[in-house]
């Protein structure tokens, strides 16, 4: 068989618009007329590149500019804006949560990757959970697991699972009785997994957040999806908040916590409309819920970690 040939790009007509195939006018226009596409084509220089990336995102109108301000002062304007119709003024709630989530688990991902670091072998004990407890080489009492009764660990160099599949329990035992250095490496290659499932546990948050909304705001009769358009704009919130927590500077750090908690009650008053006396108890109910979704979650995930 005749080797193939290299494909040729074919110089359009300079007549004719190389895009949707129309004639241009004369004098030849700087734009076509029926789809808007240069009529003077070549190749784009690096500068241009920038410009596309600032034209089309960040500066067109100044839609990026004018979501973030909303986003970050006037909570719950977002969706307040979103529901009356007011879209195309604004970065789609999906893109920005896309956008400010992405940013802050990179960023997540290197200062914590500089922290492993700079501290190996020795873990601090920041999981929630208290997961691991590897300061000071202490390998013979560690818990890895310690939710909703789940148990799993070492204590006193003693291997125990409790309410654990036994399958589960013996690859847990694989890993825990290495030898003191392999298991620090082990642990570390742990939270390296873990930060890489974080993005995808926040995926699966978000749609149980809007369902507790739903169940919680029934009354004011919004479809789930407007919920979700709530939920996006809230976590995209909470997210920009942990990039505050991230810089680890003390007045930010207060500023971010006191933000995370306060920004939700004043954005869920003014979005649903309802009086303090109804959004204070509805809030707790669904803190509660949002707690116990997110410890479910990060317990599958983890449990999904130490397997693989």
């Known amino acids: 068989m005749p080797a193939p040939q290299a494909l040729v790009p074919v110089k359009p007509s300079p007549d004719i618009c190389p895009n949707c195939g129309s004639r241009f006018a004369e004098p030849r226009p700087k734009y076509c007329g029926d789809c808007g596409q240069e009529s003077n084509l070549r190749a784009p220089s690096l500068l241009e590149f920038i410009q596309q990336l600032g034209g089309a995102y960040i500066s067109t109108e100044g839609a990026l500019w004018r979501t973030l301000w909303r986003l970050l002062l006037l909570p719950g304007q977002l969706t307040l804006e979103y529901l009356a119709g007011r879209r195309r003024r604004y970065v789609l ?139 996006l704009h809230l976590h995209a919130f909470w997210f920009a908040m942990m990039l505050l927590l991230l810089i680890n500077w003390t007045p930010l750090t207060l500023l971010g916590v006191v933000a995370a908690v306060v920004y939700p009650l004043i954005a869920l008053q003014r979005v649903y409309r309802t009086r303090w006396w109804s959004t204070l108890p509805r809030a707790f109910v669904l803190a509660v ?6 410890a479910f979650v990060l317990a599958s995930f983890a449990l999904l970690t130490l397997m693989t």
């Open 289 to 294: 819920l949002n707690i116990s979704s997110i």
């Open 93 to 231: 709630p999906l893109r920005l949560y896309l956008t400010i989530s992405v940013l802050a688990l990179l960023s997540l991902r290197m200062v914590t990757s500089q922290k492993i670091e700079a501290e190996a072998p020795v873990i601090d004990k920041t999981s929630s959970s208290r997961a691991i407890d590897l300061k000071n080489g202490d390998t013979k009492n560690i818990q890895i697991l310690g939710i909703a009764g789940v148990r799993a660990g070492m204590k006193d160099g003693v291997f125990f699972c409790e309410k654990l599949p036994e399958s589960m329990c013996k690859r847990l035992e694989r890993r825990l009785t290495l030898d003191s250095a392999s298991l620090v490496k082990e642990m570390l290659q742990l939270t390296e997994r873990a930060l890489n499932n974080l993005g995808a546990t926040m995926f699966v948050l978000l749609p149980c957040f809007a369902v507790w909304l739903k169940l919680l705001f029934w009354d004011k009769g919004l479809h789930y999806t407007e919920h979700m358009i709530f939920a």
